[in-house]
């Protein structure tokens, strides 16, 4: 509860910077991932972590969504993104991804763009994940992770202090590896920017 009370604290207190610090992530990378990736998606979404709402844009016109995150912060300017939007079928919800107060296999897809580094115990936060997908359902994630390259990893443990520090994220983590701990089957592991660092991760709960 603690540790989920530190993360908490801190996107409150970085809401109100936060989409101005991801101008150049969001311009470059983070938009146009979230148009391929995201946008063909319908059906029943949970969007995890959804921090200020820059997903809303992409939801698909046939998708329901219910988006969650741990931050009220950030959540009072996802309600502003989502009035302007006009969208419907949108829900925003302050939850912990690690303890879900949602009913079992109920969604089609489970999104996230870079939020399992932050998670406190992200094979938890995976397992709440496969257990809310219905049978079949598909978790679609665009994460930043451990490289596979040693002299890079090497940087990435020096360095992780400090950005968990600042921004409250981890920068070493291996999300292939926790989300088959979790017991979801992963079926497509993409590098998308940064050599292997950004990543796209797709993974299904076994009907």
Known sequence: MEESRYIENKYDRL????????????RFLYSKWRKKYFSPLAG????????TGKNID?????AEVTAIDISEAMLNFAKKRLAASGREHVRLLKMDVEDL?????????????TVFCSVNHPVK???????????????????????????????????NPI????????????????????????TLEKNLAMGD???????????
């Open 101 to 113: 107060f949602l009913e079992s296999d109920q969604f089609d897809y489970c999104i996230s763009n």
């Open 197 to 207: 660092v950004f990543r796209l991760f797709e993974a299904t709960k076994q009907p």
């Open 163 to 186: 950005a968990r520090a600042i921004i409250g994220d981890n920068i070493n983590r291996d999300t292939g590896a926790n989300i088959v701990e979790a017991g979801l089957n992963l």
């Open 58 to 62: 992409y939801y698909h016109p046939m």
């Open 44 to 51: 029943k979404i949970l969007d995890v972590g959804t921090g």
């Open 15 to 26: 809401a109100k910077f936060y989409d101005l610090v991801e101008i150049p992530l969001e």
């Open 125 to 159: 936060g995976l397992k709440e994940v496969k257990r809310v997908l219905k049978p079949g359902g598909k978790a679609v994630m665009i994460e930043h992770v451990l490289s596979k390259k040693r002299k890079i990893a090497y940087l990435q443990g020096k360095a």
